[in-house]
């Protein structure tokens, strides 16, 4: 099974404050809209709560606490590596979305990077985790807006 990594980050690392994304620049949640489409997302509860579910994509939610859903797209599991077995019989790609303890777990251990980093430096509680050595950049794109931002695609070797 393919794993693959979404983020978006502010220049100085921030991913979140709180359960908020402390920006807004248009056009970015777009790429996670397209590239998520039709795709598991593997998520923290906290993450899954902040964002709610978007239409034609099913999740994965990792949670220690007795958190359930009804909703017949999601799944809920009590630890990550739960998750990826489960996962592994009824998918080949899975994207992790969130939030920051999810990603410094799985980091070294996803195929793909999609980063966003927005053109801001601002405050928050929750950072993204160091991109390590092993991934090399594949694609950059810069995207004029409100906020400007640059996509990039890291592999990892």
């Known amino acids: 099974m393919k794993l693959s990594l979404m983020a978006a980050k502010s220049k100085n690392g921030v991913i ?26 593997l998520v923290g509860r906290k993450t899954f709560e902040s964002m709610g579910t978007l239409p034609n994509r099913k999740y994965a939610v990792i ?6 859903s009804e909703d017949e797209n999601v799944m ?31 980091i070294s251990k996803v195929d793909t990077l999609h980063i966003s980093t927005i053109d801001i430096e601002t405050e928050g509680d929750i950072v993204f985790p160091d991109i390590p050595d092993s991934f090399s950049l594949a694609f950059e794109q810069k995207f004029e807006s409100n906020i400007n931002y640059c996509y990039q695609i890291w592999q990892n070797s």
């Open 16 to 41: 979140g404050n709180g359960p908020d994304i402390p920006w807004q620049a248009k056009g970015e949640q777009l790429l996670f809209k397209a590239m998520t489409y039709n795709q598991w997302l």
């Open 63 to 68: 949670s220690r606490s007795d958190f359930v």
């Open 76 to 106: 809920v599991f009590s630890s990550i590596e739960s998750a990826l077995r489960q996962l592994a019989d009824i998918t080949d790609h899975v994207i992790v979305s969130g939030g920051g303890e999810i990603y410094r777990s799985l």
